[in-house]
């Protein structure tokens, strides 16, 4: 594995629990969350944009974010074993906003290189990279996971 | 106002959107370049539309083209979101017939700022639009009042549209907006009121001598 550093093992009991919710990511510990997959001052800079209705738009927002993000990261996996360039940059693109727009700024970092793809990058370099996605992505989810968690009380 | 919003990615629609909700605006949110042309058909379609460049099907250039090749009293203020900072692709966007562009991510308050450029600009082709109106219907009420009018040589009627003889006072206020306010001229004082006060003193004389 390419950064055995950051890795986390993410035990069976938290793998099922977040299958049992629906999400497509595990739910991250404690030393997870602590981690800088996701810029935490950009996601609070929506609370003045709460409405009154009893809503949460964070939560809204991260729900939005993983169910895309989980879809985007499929995506770019598989046009890269089609080496569908063009699919592969469209969805790297989106992700990249979308990753933006909630601080998972390594995320973001990841699909601007990811844009760039072409048929002349070495397979294993895009490979590699989109390894780098899905681990960063797995890390961003379960921080996103434990903040909404926290927010549902 | 009413602004129209048109983004796939899900998470910029919904922040875009609640932007736009706190500060006062009526939006409408669409995923696609087709349904954000269908929307701008509609009557009352919103005056200014937020279009992200990036969508799959209809993009945001050819959406513009369509917008600005589609005849409208008011044309919407079309503002694209641009994830690329190139000079290229914004030169595109405005030759597509965008008013201004963002790039992404953008500030909020950038945001908000632009959004108000374009609701004065709207505010102002608004104005503009209802005087352009007001006067083309000033215009039509002179242009009825040209040209060779048939007059009746003794009582003055003029003949109109429907082919009768209609009074020239009425003639006139049903072409134009003056209205008559009626008096009597020195001359005609002299020609013929005067002499018909006096021929009125004289009865009133006789008849007093009469009754005496």
């Not at chain 2, 929307?39 to 969508?55: E, F, G, H, K, Y």
């Not at chain 2, 993009?59 to 000079?87: F, H, K, M």
């Not at chain 2, 215009?139 to 060779?148: A, D, F, P, R, T």
């Amino acid at each position: 594995m390419m950064f055995p550093e950051k890795m986390i093992v993410l035990d069976q009991a938290n793998h099922d629990e977040a299958a049992d919710n629906g999400h497509p990511f595990p739910v991250a510990s404690a030393s997870v969350i602590a981690n800088d997959a996701v810029d935490m001052e950009v996601l609070n800079a929506f609370e003045e944009l709460q409405r009154d209705d009893g809503s949460d738009l964070i939560v809204e927002l991260i729900d939005l974010y993983l169910l895309d993000a989980a879809e985007r990261v499929s995506q770019i996996r598989e046009a890269s074993i089609a080496t569908e360039w063009v699919l592969l940059k469209r969805a790297a693109h989106n992700l990249k906003g979308s990753s933006g727009n909630l601080g998972v700024r390594q995320v973001a970092e990841i699909c601007q290189k990811l844009e760039w793809v072409d048929r002349h990058d070495s397979p294993t370099a895009v490979a590699a990279l989109i390894q780098l996605l899905e681990y960063e992505s797995a890390m961003a989810s379960s921080s996103l996971l434990a903040l909404r968690q926290r927010r549902l009380g | 106002m009413r602004i129209l919003i048109a983004e796939d990615d899900a998470v910029s629609r919904r922040i875009l959107e609640t932007f736009l909700w706190k500060w006062g605006y009526e939006v409408t949110t669409t995923v696609n370049g087709e349904a954000a042309w269908d929307v701008m058909q509609r009557p009352n379609a919103p005056s200014l539309a937020i279009l992200d460049i990036m969508m799959p099907g209809i993009d945001g250039l050819e959406l513009c083209r369509r917008l600005r090749r589609s005849p409208s009293n008011v044309p919407p203020y079309i503002i694209l979101l641009t994830a690329n900072q190139g000079v290229r692709e914004i030169v595109k966007g405005i030759e597509a017939g965008a008013d201004d562009y963002l790039t992404k991510p953008y500030d909020r308050d950038e945001l908000r700022v632009r959004v108000q450029v374009g609701a004065r600009i709207i505010e102002l082709q608004t104005k503009l639009s209802e005087r352009v109106e007001q006067l083309e219907v000033a215009l039509n009420h002179v242009k009825q009042l040209e040209g060779i009018l048939p007059i009746c040589s003794y009582c003055k009627k003029i003949r109109n549209d429907s082919n009768n003889w209609q009074h020239v006072e009425s003639y006139v206020s049903d072409h134009s907006q003056a209205e008559f306010s009626h008096g009597i001229c020195p001359s005609c004082y002299e020609s013929t009121v005067k002499p018909q006060l006096e021929s009125l003193r004289i009865s009133e004389s006789s008849e007093s001598d009469f009754s005496n």
